[in-house]
Nanobody
Framework: QVQLVESGGGLVQAGGSLRVSCVASGFTFSNYGMGWFRRAPGKEREFVAAISWSGGRTSYADSVKGRFTISRDNAKNTVFLQMNSLKPEDKAVYYC????????????????????WGQGTQVTVSS
């Protein structure tokens, strides 16, 4: 079955960096766009970043643009989120998700377009 497993979360000081990873299984990873979302305490889940199936297109939330980078390694069925210059407001549980459409043109920021989700990894940023 489809499985997404995130890792790499942890505690970091403000201004620091962290890289979270998501390993996919149970589907042809290289055919699907991937996304990262996050949910902060008391807030709704929000879009963070997305990458197309080929890796050629990316999209970012304004709040993370210039600080976060999404990438993928199709040979390892893994998507990454490199987070630099972290701020206390980046504290959240980070989830990866797989697009429901095979080989979508571009990438989508709409959580409703994602059909599979990981269990999440906690990122905490201390001030």
């Amino acid at each position: 079955q489809v499985q997404l497993v995130e890792s790499g979360g942890g505690l970091v000081q403000a201004g620091g960096s962290l890289r979270v990873s998501c390993v996919a299984s149970g589907f042809t990873f290289s055919n699907y766009g991937m996304g990262w979302f996050r949910r902060a305490p008391g807030k709704e889940r929000e879009f963070v970043a997305a990458i197309s199936w080929s890796g050629g297109r990316t999209s970012y939330a304004d709040s993370v643009k210039g600080r976060f980078t999404i990438s993928r390694d199709n040979a390892k069925n893994t998507v990454f989120l490199q987070m630099n210059s972290l701020k206390p407001e980046d504290k959240a549980v980070y989830y990866c998700a797989a697009d429901r459409w095979v080989r979508r043109s571009g990438c989508t920021t709409d959580s409703g377009d994602y059909t599979a989700w990981g269990q999440g990894t906690q990122v905490t940023v201390s001030s």
